[in-house]
């Protein structure tokens, strides 16, 4: 199982050996972000994705892999169909990764594809947890479980601390209900982040998509309220809505598209201003709770970051160290 390296550049301009493909590429980096360079490109530090199932079990109007999984059609229901890589090849890949030598650690986030936790519960027999952990506990590497499940059993009965980072996907309980069908709410997600955070291991929350709701104020404000009043994550992500081209073809539901009305290399999303007002509206809000959490911004633009006077090269968001 060949591990492939490649020179990446960082967003401080320093070159990096990473790994960027293992085997097949259920490991590989995702790189498809350039280096920005123009007001109008992307930020986004690249991250060793973990492509160890497809899919997710809930409905989420917005989700970009309606599109990406185009091909394998959806429930009736609107779900995008969970499909499961076959374990003993998942294993060879993960084997070989963890071999490799003279590589820097890394957070390998099983939850770009898929739901994190979609496989928590669902079965009998050894979760995706406890098969991954028992490879991972013990290395230099940590395993990202982004997610909206509430399935958090399994970390609760182990010891994963050192190696396992758990972050949910949080939204106003107002959009979460229109256009997050089949999630568990909000609040049940922090519930259950708060749970692990009391076990010891780290969590990271993601505020992503925003939408410009009507009252999106006091909604987005009350959703730092809810999460203050529980825990106190290391990293908090925000990102406001985005459509690639092939999400709104393929979404069942569009009625969040009237809010997209600015054209990006990453899709449409909601007018700079109105972005710029509601990242300062909330990172103001974060900050009356907590001075030091670290705060990222998830695919916004380079001129977003010069207004909010944030460098790209000091950046520290969900996927990253």
């Not at 970009?64 to 499909?83: A, C, D, M, S, Y």
């Not at 009237?258 to 900050?287: C, D, F």
Request: charged share 25%; with cysteine; aromatic share 10%.
């Amino acid at each position: 199982m060949r591990v492939k390296t490649k020179q990446y550049m960082q967003l401080d301009g320093s070159l990096k050996n990473q790994v960027s493909e293992v085997g097949e590429g259920i490991l590989r980096r995702f790189d498809k972000t350039e280096f920005p360079v123009k007001a109008d490109e992307i930020v986004c530090p690249h991250f060793m994705l973990f492509a160890w199932a497809n899919g997710c079990p809930y409905n989420c109007s917005f989700c970009f892999l309606k599109g990406t999984f185009r091909f394998r059609g959806q429930h009736e229901n609107g779900r995008v169909p969970l499909f499961f890589k076959d374990r003993g090849r998942i294993e060879k890949h993960l084997q070989a990764f963890l071999e490799a030598k003279n590589l820097p650690p890394e957070i390998i986030n099983c939850g770009e594809l898929s739901d994190g936790l979609c496989d928590e519960g669902t079965r009998e027999k050894e979760t995706f947890s406890e098969f991954i952990m028992k490879m991972i506990t013990g290395t230099q590497h940590k395993v990202l479980f982004l997610t909206k499940s509430t399935n958090i059993a399994k970390f609760l009965e182990n010891n994963w601390q050192k190696n396992a980072i758990l972050a949910w996907s949080i939204n106003a309980p107002e959009a979460s209900k229109t256009w997050e069908q089949y999630a568990p709410n909000p609040i049940e997600r922090l519930e259950a982040a708060k749970q692990v955070s009391e076990a010891g291991y780290e969590v990271r929350l993601r505020i992503d998509p925003m939408i410009p709701i009507e009252n999106w104020k006091e909604a987005y404000s009350s959703v730092v309220e809810e999460i203050y009043s529980r825990l106190k994550p290391t990293v908090i992500t925000l990102g406001c809505l985005r459509g690639l081209t092939t999400t709104i073809i393929y979404a069942k539901d569009k009625s969040w598209v009237k809010y997209l009305a600015e054209k990006s290399n990453w899709g449409k999303r909601p007018p700079h201003n109105q972005r710029l007002e509601m990242y300062q509206t909330v990172i103001s809000k974060i900050r009356t709770h907590d001075q030091t959490v670290r705060i990222g911004i998830c695919k916004e633009t380079l001129a977003m970051y010069a207004a909010l006077k944030m460098k790209p090269a000091e950046i520290r968001c969900n996927c990253t160290w």
